[in-house]
Nanobody, 116 residues
Framework: QVQLVESGGGLVQPGGSLRLSCAAS????????MGWYRQAPRKQRELVAT???????NVADSVKGRFTISRDNAKNTVNLQMNSLKPEDTAIYYC??????????WGNGTLVTVSS
């Protein structure tokens, strides 16, 4: 059993920055992939970025060059640095974790609102 807690969401003006963090606790061992997904109003949930335990990154085209994903394996955390934010980035951002045994877990989400 794994618990994921996201933090760092909030209201920011276009062009601003936010840093999201996700901390895994409980049976948070043998973590293969950690990442971020988002769901905008009336839209499907979509991948933002993922990172493997070895550091391989997969980043959505819509955020390349603006968002950076990183992780600290020792602390079981994953972060998302978001720069040059646009109104289109407004969404609930969800932390995702996949263990090596194939079990996956989701956080409850943190709201990011980009607006003037």
């Amino acid at each position: 059993q794994v618990q994921l807690v996201e933090s760092g969401g909030g209201l920011v003006q276009p062009g601003g920055s936010l840093r999201l963090s996700c901390a895994a606790s409980g049976s948070a061992f043998s973590i293969g992939i950690m990442g971020w997904y988002r769901q905008a109003p009336r839209k499907q949930r979509e991948l933002v970025a993922t990172i493997t335990s070895a550091g391989y990154r997969n980043v959505a085209d819509s955020v390349k060059g603006r968002f950076t994903i990183s992780r600290d394996n020792a602390k079981n955390t994953v972060n998302l640095q978001m720069n040059s934010l646009k109104p289109e980035d407004t969404a609930i951002y969800y932390c995702n974790l996949i263990k090596f045994d194939g079990m996956d877990y989701w956080g409850n989400g943190t709201l990011v609102t980009v607006s003037s």
